[in-house]
């Protein structure tokens, strides 16, 4: 079975920082890796996507993940925090073997970033 | 282009009723896919549609079922509700262009079961 484990409920950074949020995956074919967002009361957006090719994946508003295959890793990153990336960020992994693929989310990861 | 749409935005519903939720795409786009989220169980991923098939589910019981039309609308349906289908459901649409492929959400609809 594929899961994905996001060891932090929150993380604090101050602006201006670099960011990670962790996630690491399970799977037992080939992963597509996903991570997304949800501001408060705007919804859940696409962040970007790993499929194939390069291991550093660059996506919407300045954030970009890294996938490492040997530590199943796929952090999110992002040089410069703002306080306005302040939101919940998931991270999701799909098997893109056999037939019907599905999704499966991490629990979620707060990212609180101070002023 | 219009974002992606879902109808009813709120919805309340009593134990054994069923429910059709609707979600359009942004035009142009041929794959719709379905999430519930609840404070429990988090983001669940339901199906996923492309051109009127069913490409990939999730782990639902066959009371959730859905279905897509010729012009890319998507419906989900819920029989014999149960208090746990509480949930606010997502929809997304999605095109692959250039080898990327970009998901875009919809506010969601959020259904109470009493």
């Known amino acids: 079975a594929q899961s994905v484990a996001q060891p932090e409920d929150q993380v604090n950074v101050a602006e201006g920082n670099p960011l990670t949020v962790k996630c690491t995956y399970s799977v037992s074919g080939n992963p597509y890796l996903f991570w997304y967002v949800q501001y408060p009361n705007r919804g859940l957006q696409f962040l970007l996507k790993y499929i194939t090719g390069d291991n550093l994946v660059k996506g919407s508003y300045g954030f970009e993940a890294e996938f490492n295959k040997s530590q199943t890793s796929f952090h999110l990153k992002k040089p410069s925090a703002l306080v306005s990336d302040s939101a919940l960020y998931f991270c999701a992994v799909r098997d893109s073997s056999g037939g019907y693929q599905k999704v499966t989310f991490g629990t979620g990861t707060k990212l609180q970033v101070i002023p | 282009k219009a974002g992606v749409t879902q109808t009813p935005r709120y919805l309340i519903k009593t134990r054994g009723q069923q429910v059709t939720l609707s979600c359009s795409p942004i035009?142009?786009?041929?794959?719709v896919s379905w999430y519930q989220q609840t404070p429990g169980q988090g983001l669940q991923f339901l199906f996923e549609y492309f051109s009127e098939t069913q490409r990939n589910k999730g782990n639902f019981p066959g009371r959730f079922s859905g279905r897509q039309f010729s012009n890319s609308r998507s419906e989900m349906n819920v029989s014999t509700l149960e208090l746990g289908d509480s949930a606010l459901y997502l929809c997304?649409?999605?095109?692959?262009?250039?080898?990327?492929?970009?998901?875009?959400f919809g506010p969601g609809t959020r259904l109470l079961v009493l």
């Open positions: 035009s142009g786009h041929r794959s």
């Open positions: 997304a649409s999605s095109f692959l262009a250039e080898g990327q492929e970009t998901q875009y």
